[in-house]
């Protein structure tokens, strides 16, 4: 913040305490929560600008007068995340009876303080700085009543203000279109490879085997547990990402009878048998990346090559088809699902000939390529529209905010 500058244009240099008639927080006490009764906020509710009412939790009467003691939220106060993503903040935009945990503070900005102005403010780069600076704690750092008192907001007379806030919400408006329509384009590239894929699994002129006819065998992973340090990588559920295999936070193996019982060859397809419900039945192909064994929640599937082609089987295995059939088959408990290697065996697959699947294979590969060429530009244009909103708040309050080109954002 340049204060020179800032003072030059007639600004004031304040402490929110002098611009906020209130800064408290939520109450200390962890509550008891209901199905039904009064709403209950806590950080979790508070994203860059807006209030979650939707994922809310509620408390009864009692708790809520005891809790209302301390603080009573009221339209226009500002929330505040101390802990979690701290520093994120919100304005209170419904007239709406409700109680906040410890972990919100709320500010409730005095008659020269626009309270949209303040929240800009809060959510600007400015601010960051001052609350990341400000931070205590070891682990999950939080943001103290006291610490935040002292932030300094640099204060223009209520008409610049104004203008300021016009300018904003013009400007962020334009902005949150623009990466709409980004967002849905990224989902339209996505949706071009499934289309596809999905296309060709329903093709009625393929016969259909099962995952049993077209393979050997299917074989479980080592069951001794792992090392950090060791011979050989051991692959896990975890590092099955979008068909292949991430090879960070590995683990190790020094057993010798067990490196060579369950060495990985080029095109091995290992199959997530355990995992949370989502992700049980993820698959992954190995190309020969480095040497590697399998731990014991996947499952090697070991093809007849002249029936099934490694990638078609893997891109089957990752399809909604092979995936929704999964959940008719998985058995679940607590926060846990299984797909056993007998339910693997009886899964459905469409089995074209072999040089139809390879020719498949190249075209789903090809189209995987431009797909992600597609989700990479999409991404940097979401990127940049971050970019660009931390620098219209960085110009807003260093008193270099003019009139924006809301149409450049498209």
């Known amino acids: ?29 962890t509550p008891k929560y209901f199905n039904e009764g009064v709403i209950f ?24 007068l005891e809790m209302h003691k301390r603080v009573a939220p009221k339209v226009n106060d500002i929330l505040l995340a101390k802990n979690g993503t701290t520093g994120v903040a ?28 303040l929240l800009h403010f809060i959510n600007s780069p400015l601010a960051k700085n ?19 008192r002292e932030v300094e907001i640099p204060l223009p007379p209520l008409p610049e203000q104004q203008r300021i806030v016009s300018i904003l919400d013009e400007a962020f408006a334009a902005i949150a279109k623009a990466k709409a329509n980004t967002e849905q384009n990224l989902r339209n590239a996505k949706e071009l490879f499934n289309c596809y894929l999905l296309n060709v699994l329903s093709d009625k002129k393929w016969e259909t085997k099962t995952i049993g006819d077209v393979c050997r065998k ?16 051991v692959l896990r559920m975890g590092n099955i990402q979008n068909g292949r295999f991430n090879w960070e ?21 290992l199959f997530n048998r355990t995992n949370s419900p989502e992700l049980v039945g993820k698959t992954a192909i190995y190309k ?28 089957y295995l990752n399809s909604e088809i092979a995936l929704e059939y999964g959940k008719t088959v998985v058995i679940s408990s607590v926060n846990q699902a299984n797909i ?16 139809e699947q390879q020719a498949i294979v190249q075209k789903l590969h090809s189209l995987s390529v431009e797909t992600k060429k597609l989700e990479a530009i999409y991404q940097q244009k979401i990127n940049d529209l971050e970019e660009l909103k931390k620098s219209i708040l960085q110009k807003a309050f260093s008193g270099e905010l003019t009139a924006i080109k809301t149409h450049d954002y498209a």
């Open 249 to 269: 936070k590995l683990v190790y193996s020094d057993d010798e009878k067990e490196n060579k019982q369950y060495l990985l060859e080029y095109n091995d397809v």
């Open 130 to 148: 001052q609350f990341n600076k400000r931070l205590k704690g070891i682990g999950v750092p939080n943001l103290h009543l006291e610490e935040i």
């Open 288 to 315: 020969g990346e480095m040497p590697a064994i399998f731990a014991g929640y996947l499952i090697r599937i070991h093809r007849k090559e002249d029936l099934i082609d490694a990638d078609f089987l893997n891109y």
């Open 41 to 64: 906020l806590s950080s979790k509710n508070v994203t860059s600008g807006f209030i979650d009412w939707h994922n809310i939790k509620y408390i009864d009467e009692k708790q809520h």
């Open 1 to 29: 913040m340049k204060k020179e500058t800032i003072m030059n244009k007639g600004w004031e240099i304040k402490k929110l305490s002098e611009v906020c008639a209130k800064i408290t927080d939520g109450t200390h006490q």
């Open 340 to 355: 056993n290697g007998t339910k693997l065996k009886g899964y459905p697959i469409p089995c074209p000939p072999l040089k």
């Open 218 to 233: 299917v074989e479980y992973g080592s069951a001794t547990k792992s090392k950090n340090i060791g011979k050989i990588a």
């Open 90 to 117: 919100a304005i209170v935009d419904r007239d709406l009876v409700f109680d906040i945990y410890v972990s919100l503070a709320l500010l409730r900005p005095l008659d020269g303080l626009l309270p949209v102005y």
